[in-house]
């Protein structure tokens, strides 16, 4: 049984500004492609910044991607990206911890800088619109997540009229 989005654990959420929309940004993926954050408008979107040094984020980052998996058609979109590190250290992590949805590099830190980031890992969900509806800040365990009902859950009460 899924349990909706709520935060038992260590990670502390935190309610912005429902009209919020973050900093966009494109990085390159561990392919060195291009990943561009608005090509995702439509979809639920969870950005989760990391290091493989973090040993919560090593823990975090396979819950990402059994809630991926699990959710099938219906799943967000999960961007990690990776904070300061070169590629093929993170390219060694991911030999180890294969994940199912891009990693980025963002290794001038420029765009963990524009987004505000606190501590590692955090995880900011974004709504259709590309608006920032939560961040989790700290680990969390994502297979107690029912992503299918996250669309709703992220629409603010004066959002519905």
Do not use: Y
């Not at 963002?106 to 939560?134: C, G, H, I, N, Q």
């Amino acid at each position: 049984m899924s349990i909706p989005l709520t935060f038992a654990t260590r990670a502390a959420p935190e309610k912005r500004d429902t009209q919020n929309q973050q900093p966009t940004f494109s990085l390159r993926d561990t392919n060195g492609a291009p990943v561009d954050l608005q090509k995702f408008r439509g979809r639920v979107v969870l950005v989760n910044f990391f290091a493989t040094w973090c040993e919560p984020c090593r823990d975090e980052l396979p819950s990402l991607g059994r809630l991926v998996q699990r959710t099938g058609e219906k799943a967000p979109v999960v961007i990690a990206i990776s904070v300061g590190e070169p590629l093929p250290r993170v390219a060694r992590f991911l030999d180890k911890t294969p994940v199912n949805f891009p990693v980025l590099l963002d290794e001038t830190r420029a765009v963990t800088k524009s987004w505000e980031v606190e501590m590692l890992p955090s995880t900011f969900v974004l709504d259709e619109e590309l608006r920032l509806r939560l961040i989790v800040k700290g680990d969390h365990n994502w297979d107690d997540v029912d992503a299918t009902a996250l669309p709703e859950r992220l629409v603010a009460p004066s959002d519905s009229h």
